[in-house]
């Protein structure tokens, strides 16, 4: 049989080798969505055949995400965000930009395009940094399962968070036009702001404790005890790798 080298050819070679030409990734997404863990159990049980592996799965998000995600905004890192006054050590932060920017005798503006060149180019390390996080702590909590049950349990989690960072940030997008008019008003944004992050809080919450269960096989006390301990967990890890991020693309702009 000859090989269809043509620029279409190829590109359907890679769309076959990705996701399969009998729709494994629709029916992945949708046990992904609507049942937290039933991918990783499958995995854990040989029964996966069906679906994307893991890693699969996970390689593909990132490429969307990787590909959109600029459009959007999705995991959008930057000097104004760090520097809002509404973020928690904004004031310490922002002293530390203005010496900078007098040691170096750089304006503002060259600075920030600077740091939002340089970030942008150590984001990509948050997911992949992610998975082992997650991985150790599960495994630190659960520490009779084997870790390569925990690394995929992580890997599929990943993948889960990176799906709803690019869905949820569509979602915002969509309804951030009409609703506008009302977001200027500063009340009115706070508000929208800590519903969106409730939302997304009690989300995760709700994913991390389907899924326990349905890995783990967690119930009562012991469930609710890991899934309160992962989320806050994760958010504790989420700021402390912000600021990492910070102070790494600080010294690199200075050393540039």
Not at 90 to 115: I, K, N, P, Q, T
Not at 188 to 216: E, K, M, P
């Amino acid at each position: 049989m000859t090989r269809d080298l043509s620029l279409r050819g190829i590109l359907s070679e890679w769309l076959r080798e990705v996701v399969g030409i009998e729709g494994r990734l629709p029916r992945t997404l949708g046990k992904l969505f609507a049942h937290p863990g039933f991918l990783t159990r499958a995995t854990l049980e040989g029964e996966r055949d069906a679906y994307l592996s893991a890693l699969k799965l996970f390689l593909v998000a990132n490429l969307v995400i990787f590909l959109v995600g600029p459009y959007i905004g999705a995991v959008a890192f930057g000097l104004d965000g760090y520097l809002d006054e509404r973020t928690a050590g904004s004031v310490f932060l922002r002293a530390f930009v203005e010496r900078e920017l007098l040691d170096l005798g750089m304006s503002a503006e060259m600075y920030g395009l600077r740091f939002d060149f340089t970030i942008a180019q150590h984001a990509p390390t948050f997911f992949f940094l992610m998975i082992p996080a997650i991985a150790s702590l599960t495994k630190a909590l659960l520490p009779s399962r084997l870790f390569g049950e925990h690394l995929v349990y992580a890997t599929d989690f990943v993948a889960w968070v990176i799906v709803m960072i690019l869905f949820g940030n569509i979602f915002m997008r969509v309804m951030g036009i009409p609703l506008d008019p009302l977001l200027e008003d500063p009340i009115v944004s706070q508000v929208a702001t800590l519903a969106v992050v409730a939302a997304l809080i009690g989300l995760t919450a709700w994913h991390l404790n389907r899924s326990l269960r349905t890995v783990f096989g967690l119930r009562g006390a012991g469930l609710w005890t890991r899934t309160v301990l992962i989320a806050a967990s994760l958010v504790g890890w989420l700021y402390a790798y912000s600021f990492f991020l910070f102070w790494s693309t600080a010294v690199a702009v200075r050393l540039s």
